[in-house]
């Protein structure tokens, strides 16, 4: 099993950035890939951004490329998530994912171990 950790939410201004944390414990000798998804109120989570092991592969959603940046730092068993730029629109609980196999990246079933989550809101 993974345990995933959240960390780094909070409230910001349009413009602005914040960077999230996802701290993995457990069995992380068999952790593959980890990701950001997000759900919005009302909506369906989404895919954000994954990154494989080796962190030579990183995978987007059109809406944050150029503006997210995902890294992962192995040593410490944590990746981040830097957004930059942030938007009204990017307001959403984030969620860190793992898995322990290749799948599909933007499939939510497609991943492990899932985080509780934590609330980022942007605003105007």
């Known amino acids: 099993q993974v345990q995933l950790v959240e960390s780094g939410g909070g409230l910001v201004q349009a413009g602005g950035s914040l960077r999230l944390s996802c701290a993995a414990s457990?069995?992380?000798?068999?952790?593959?890939?980890m990701g950001w998804f997000r759900q919005a109120p009302g909506k369906e989570r989404e895919f954000v951004t994954a990154i494989n092991w080796s962190g030579i592969s990183r995978y987007y959603t059109g809406s944050v490329r150029g503006r997210f940046t995902i890294s992962r730092d192995n040593a410490k068993n944590t990746v981040y998530l830097q957004m930059n730029s942030l938007k009204p629109e990017d307001t959403a609980v984030y969620y860190c994912?793992?898995?322990?196999?290749?799948?599909?990246?933007?499939?939510?079933?497609?991943?492990?171990?899932w985080g509780k989550g934590t609330l980022v809101t942007v605003s105007l």
């Open positions: 457990g069995r992380t000798d068999s952790t593959y890939a």
């Open positions: 994912a793992a898995r322990s196999g290749p799948g599909s990246w933007s499939e939510g079933t497609s991943w492990d171990y």
